[in-house]
């Protein structure tokens, strides 16, 4: 089991920036792939961006390319999504979760159905 802690959300104008990073303990493997996801209320959770541990090969929402970037800390085994250019419809609570498990398809990487460690949350309100 990984134990998954967030930071760095907080109130932030239209336009502006902020960094999210989510620090998991244990260990990684070949197979292991952290993400972010948000969830907006009355809305269902939805995938933002995710990097795969062994390529750091990376994944974007539509919704987000071009305005997030998420980077990775090896040796921390931490990873950060920076938010740039921020709009009010960014605002939700965002998850960070991680995995060990071997996807055989990319679109695991954007599905909640592919991570089995989740944290509980850092609030981002973007406000207009």
């Known amino acids: 089991q990984v134990q998954l802690v967030e930071s760095g959300g907080g109130l932030v104008q239209a336009g502006g920036s902020l960094r999210l990073s989510c620090a998991a303990s244990?260990?990684?493997?070949?197979?292991?792939?952290m993400g972010w996801f948000r969830q907006a209320p009355g809305k269902e959770r939805e995938f933002v961006a995710a990097?795969?541990?062994?390529?750091?090969?990376?994944y974007y929402a539509d919704s987000v390319k071009g305005r997030f970037t998420i980077s990775r800390d090896n040796v921390k085994i931490t990873v950060y999504l920076q938010m740039s250019s921020l709009k009010p419809e960014d605002t939700a609570l965002y998850y960070c979760?991680?995995?060990?498990?071997?996807?055989?398809?990319?679109?695991?990487?954007?599905?909640?159905?592919?991570?089995?460690?989740w944290g509980q949350g850092t609030q981002v309100t973007v406000s207009s």
């Open positions: 990097i795969r541990w062994s390529d750091s090969n990376t």
């Open positions: 244990g260990r990684t493997n070949s197979n292991y792939a």
């Open positions: 979760a991680a995995d060990q498990r071997p996807k055989f398809t990319d679109r695991y990487y954007r599905s909640t159905l592919g991570y089995d460690n």
